[in-house]
């Protein structure tokens, strides 16, 4: 399962997931052409994908979508937190539906989500990958309410990884830094400013892909991390925002 895959982060992780033979789910808010577009490519390719449409600030709307998943495939052993909204605003701006809409997607939607793929989870154990952002540890100048958002995520990567490790369910989480996503281009609106200024302060000298963070996702996904829980990476091409 993957939240807001429709397109970005999102679309790189379920194609990055299904082309290692996992069969996923593509949720998707309003996207609906996009989503259903992804998962024809994704067939195509010979993998195995479904699109669902699901606020997962609702939870009406997330028990609904686990139970069509559920439907689908009868388990679920992944599940991606990427879904999620940020609107850079100085604290004068800042208002109550401004706060809500960031803390009801981006960490109750989260928790939502969790809560109900848990319940699909086999005895085997599964994963748990959480997105969040390199401003949870160091906010910039307008990123007030994001970046607590994400400071949320990270509080709660660490504590479900405690409660669900007896489970054999791992926690983790992948931090991105500045990522060129359609969203980040809505954001800065052809502005390359905020880009150049952070790729001024990337080692790497640019800014991420969606490819760049889908491959780390993938690892917190396999095996290969199965001694790693309570752990978040930052995926920002060494950025110290």
Known sequence: MVTGASKGIGAAIAKSLAAEGAQVVVNYGSSRKEAEALTTKINAAGGKAIAVQAN???????????????????????????????????????????FRKHFDLNVLGLLFATQEAVRLMPESGGSVINLSSVVSKSPIAGSTVYSATKGAVDTITNALAQELG???????????????TEGFRAMTNGDD??????????PLGRIGTPDDVAKAVVFFASDDSAWITGEAVQTAGGIRV
């Open 56 to 98: 997962v600030a609702k939870q009406e709307d997330v028990k609904r979508l686990f139970a069509e998943t559920k439907a689908a495939y009868g388990k679920v052993d992944i599940l991606v937190n990427n879904a999620g909204i940020y609107d850079f605003r100085p604290l004068d701006q800042i208002d109550e539906p401004h």
């Open 166 to 180: 007896p489970r054999k369910i791992r926690v983790n989480s992948v931090a991105p830094g500045p990522v060129d």
């Open 193 to 202: 400013t905020f880009a150049n200024h952070a790729i001024s302060q990337t």
